[in-house]
Nanobody, 123 residues
Framework: QVLLVESGGGLVQAGGSLRLSCAASGGTFSRYALAWFRQAPGKEREFVAGISWIGGSTDYADFVEGRFTISRDNAKAMLYLQMNKLKPEDTAVYYC????????????????WGKGTLVTVSS
């Protein structure tokens, strides 16, 4: 089991940028595939981006459209999400999640979750 703590959320104007971070502790961080999910009010939690435990493979939801970049630093046990060209529809609570070994995009498949960080994009 790995403990995950997100940070970096906040209020930003449309077109702006934010960098989310997720600090991990416990477990063997480097063997976990990691992902960012988000949940907007009244909507289901959805996959945003994922990265393999080696870091050589990434996956993004279609709505990202090249605006976000996921990365990880195994030496520091950190996961990041650089978000550019933010839109009001990106407003949501963003969650960091971990899955042992294999990257998954289904939230029901993830092993561990952080408590989330709120991103609000104003128009």
């Amino acid at each position: 089991q790995v403990l995950l703590v997100e940070s970096g959320g906040g209020l930003v104007q449309a077109g702006g940028s934010l960098r989310l971070s997720c600090a991990a502790s416990g477990g063997t961080f480097s063997r976990y595939a990691l992902a960012w999910f988000r949940q907007a009010p009244g909507k289901e939690r959805e996959f945003v981006a994922g990265i393999s435990w080696i870091g050589g493979s990434t996956d993004y939801a279609d709505f990202v459209e090249g605006r976000f970049t996921i990365s990880r630093d195994n030496a520091k046990a950190m996961l990041y999400l650089q978000m550019n060209k933010l839109k009001p529809e990106d407003t949501a609570v963003y969650y960091c999640a971990a899955k042992w070994d294999v990257m998954r995009t289904n939230p029901d498949s993830m092993d561990d979750w952080g408590k989330g960080t709120l991103v609000t994009v104003s128009s």
